[in-house]
């Protein structure tokens, strides 16, 4: 009995221990509450203009910050967008007569050279024009990059390519998802697709692009515009706020109609990787934020419940914001996060004795509900009768190294007349850089893409006609007949260390690498993306073969085949102009090289002329015969055809010198590799002819054989 006596008093003493270690830890946890908080004043303010605008900041890999607000700003002598230095120092301005379009989540970004690309609005002419423009670090205009007439534009994004996307809706048709050179402004994508009716978010990583529909769900692209997948949410969607991690990652919050309900969900290009479902009472999200461990923050639920996510989609902590005793809270705001992990949440809260609202930011860690960094209460003392009232109930909010950055819209009392919004920055020890900088701007932090080999061109260049034609590329949309016997995929196993983007397509002409060629004849388009897209600062090595299809040269062969050459002369304007079409070629293709150089500067590129398909001096033996079994032509049609060979390959030659390209003769004389001696009529041809029955629909071009000495010839050349 005392043995037992005595074990109770031990018992009784640990469980005393126990719940006062318990409640020191329940304090500790709230040291981010708001009654710990401090009354902030800020290090320094920038004025941004006044009325129903929203202040928003964004700070940027130099550790500057981007000041905007939102549409329907009037003008005014304060500027609707400013960089201001770490310091709150002016470093360049919009003018107030241009107004920002920021219905995405990002409605500007600056690059990690210092470079800030952004929606614009104009409507000073009385037409409404939206562009997206570009600046250098000092404000300099870079480019402006008209969007189509009465459209609406969202988001913007960088591609880990050097290319700058956004998304340009009108009230009929699909969205579409534009991409336009980071150095020059070119627009070199232009994507739409049936299944895109509502996107809600367009975003990056270094595989392509992310783009959220509302009802489509997921679909990640190449950077060259083909569909990779396309992942349907499995929970109901009605509220679909989506973020990215930066690796191709995605979380993506579903509810009900009535919210009464709300799952999250990991998305990757493989599928569904998790599902989290919210507590009971948790009802809808309206922030999710991504977290440097893999994990997120889900924020601004109808009970201002803010929940953090393990990189596993179990919970870790459920924090509930505390105003001051007597207050009440407003609304949240979305969480911020920084690159290590802090968390900060900023509400909006009524302080009734007061007659005023006010902002507290509590900071707390992504897998502890505490931290050591001190919260800040925010009051707005800028007005001549003390405090006043900060109108934007959802105060966004950013971080930097140092800094929390508030925007802020505020009304004087007791008049309610409206002072100028402002960004305010204050001090707070210990915070580092916004994680969306990591996973939202290429070169910031991830590593470089890797250097790539990027194949452009037409038929000669895609492998026409040498089977098995790789997945996607033969099928009622898609006739571009990408082969793995081609020599852009032979000459990709010798650069091994080289990323192999293989975009060239069977009909190709010059207008469907680039949308300012204006090739000689309209000849039917490409299904796929303009070719120029996948090119970018980590292109290293460039090929194609480019021209035929601009002059129609397919169709010149056929109706030499079937008519002879001099026949379809007379009703052909293809086969009759051919000399004048080539000629008129040449600019179109000194263009576009350039163009190739400007959006792959560090790209060595190779222009391949077309082999003989037919002898360069045919002879009388050549009319009949084996000759005319194997092509098909018959009377004058080789001596026809045989000088508009060396007239067109004599024009890309030209046109690849005067651009300062590399040009591959692959009829050289005395060369290996040579197609002399090896044209459709020879004994040794390395051309499809209309005899081989299995590729008789894809005859001259060149075949296996063909295709490896094509190779064979830019290996010689040093590509």
């Not at 006062?20 to 800020?42: D, E, I, K, N």
């Not at 949240?332 to 968390?343: C, F, K, R």
């Not at 092509?631 to 690849?656: D, F, M, Q």
Request: hydrophobic residues 40%.
């Amino acid at each position: 009995m005392g043995r037992t006596m005595e074990t109770r008093r031990v018992g009784a003493l640990a469980l005393s221990v126990i719940l006062f270690a318990s409640l020191v830890c329940l304090l500790s946890a709230s040291t981010a509450s708001a009654s710990s908080a401090v009354l902030a004043t800020p290090s320094w303010t920038v004025p941004v203009p006044s009325g129903s605008a929203t202040a928003t900041p964004i700070a940027n890999p130099q550790g500057t910050v981007i000041a905007f607000s939102s549409p329907g700003v009037p003008a005014s002598s304060v500027p609707a967008l400013q960089e201001v230095s770490a310091a709150g120092q002016p470093i360049w301005s919009l003018p107030a007569t241009a107004t920002l379009q920021p219905q995405g989540r990002v409605p500007s970004v600056t690059d990690a050279n210092g470079n800030t690309y952004v929606q614009v609005e104009d409507s000073t002419s009385g037409n409404l024009n939206l562009s997206v423009e570009s600046l250098d670090a000092s404000g300099n205009k870079r480019w402006i990059a008209p969007l189509p007439t009465a459209h609406q534009c969202c988001e913007i994004a960088l591609g880990w390519n050097g290319v700058v996307y956004t998304v340009a809706a009108s009230n009929q048709g699909a969205p579409q998802i534009l991409g336009f050179n980071e150095a020059t402004g070119a627009q070199v994508l232009d994507l739409t697709s049936p299944s895109l009716s509502q996107v809600t978010n367009l975003m990056t990583y270094p595989g392509g692009l992310i783009v959220v529909d509302l009802y489509a769900g997921v679909a990640y692209y190449s950077y060259a515009g083909m569909l990779i997948t396309n992942i349907v949410p499995g929970s109901p969607g009605v509220n679909f706020p989506s973020v990215s991690a930066g690796n191709g990652t995605v979380f993506m919050e579903g509810s009900t109609d009535s919210c009464t309900d709300s799952t999250v969900e990991e998305i990757t290009p493989g599928g569904i990787q998790w599902t989290w479902n919210s507590p009971s009472g948790f009802r809808c999200g309206d922030y999710l934020t991504a977290t440097p461990d893999g994990g997120l923050i889900v924020g601004g639920g109808y009970n201002h419940t803010v929940i953090s996510i393990s990189p596993q989609g179990a919970t870790r902590w459920t924090y509930t914001p505390t105003p001051p005793p007597g207050d009440s809270i407003l609304s949240p705001a979305a969480p911020v996060v920084d690159t290590i992990g802090d968390v900060a949440i900023p509400f909006t809260y009524q302080d009734p004795s007061q007659g005023f609202y006010a902002v507290e930011v509590d900071f707390l860690t992504q897998s502890s509900a505490s931290s050591n960094l001190q919260a800040l209460n925010i009051r707005e003392a800028d007005c001549p009768n003390g405090y006043g009232d900060i109108l934007a109930p959802l105060a966004p909010v950013d971080v930097e190294a140092s800094q929390l950055l508030v925007g802020l819209t505020v009304a004087c009392q007791p008049a309610q007349n409206t002072s100028p919004g402002s960004i305010q920055a204050f001090t707070v020890p210990g915070l580092s850089a916004n994680f969306r900088l990591v996973t939202s701007v290429p070169g910031f932090s991830p590593p470089p893409p890797p250097p790539s080999y990027v194949a452009l061109g037409d038929s000669f260049s895609s492998g026409e006609g040498n089977f098995p034609f790789l997945t996607g590329t033969d099928n009622s949309t898609d006739k571009c007949h990408r082969s793995s016997n081609s020599y852009p995929s032979l000459l990709s196993a010798a650069h091994p260390a080289f990323e192999f983007i293989f975009v060239a397509c069977s009909g190709a002409t010059t207008g469907n690498i680039w949308l300012g060629a204006n090739p000689p004849q309209s000849i039917q388009s490409d299904p796929e993306p303009l070719q120029l897209s996948s090119l970018s600062g980590s292109t290293k090595l460039v090929t194609l073969s480019i021209g035929g299809d601009d002059i129609g040269f397919a169709d010149i062969i056929t109706q030499c085949v079937v008519w002879t050459c001099a026949v379809a002369s007379r009703f052909s304007s293809e086969v009759r102009l051919a000399s004048k079409h080539i000629r008129q070629l040449e600019p179109v293709l000194v263009s576009t090289y350039k163009q190739i150089q400007a959006a792959a500067p560090n790209a060595a590129v190779y222009v391949v002329g077309y082999p003989y398909l037919v002898p360069p001096h045919p002879s009388r033996a050549h009319s009949i015969g084996t000759c005319v079994a194997q092509s098909g032509l018959i009377g004058n049609s080789l001596g026809w055809l045989a000088p508009k060979e060396v007239e067109l390959n004599s024009v890309i030659g030209r046109a690849a010198t005067a651009a300062g390209v590399h040009y591959v003769d692959p009829n050289a004389r005395g060369k290996s590799y040579s197609f002399l001696n090896h044209d459709i009529c020879s004994s040794s041809s390395w051309i499809i002819s209309i005899t081989n029955r299995s590729a008789q629909n894809y005859s001259f071009h060149p075949n296996t054989i063909g295709q490896y000495e094509l190779e064979q010839a830019l290996l010689a050349a040093g590509a």
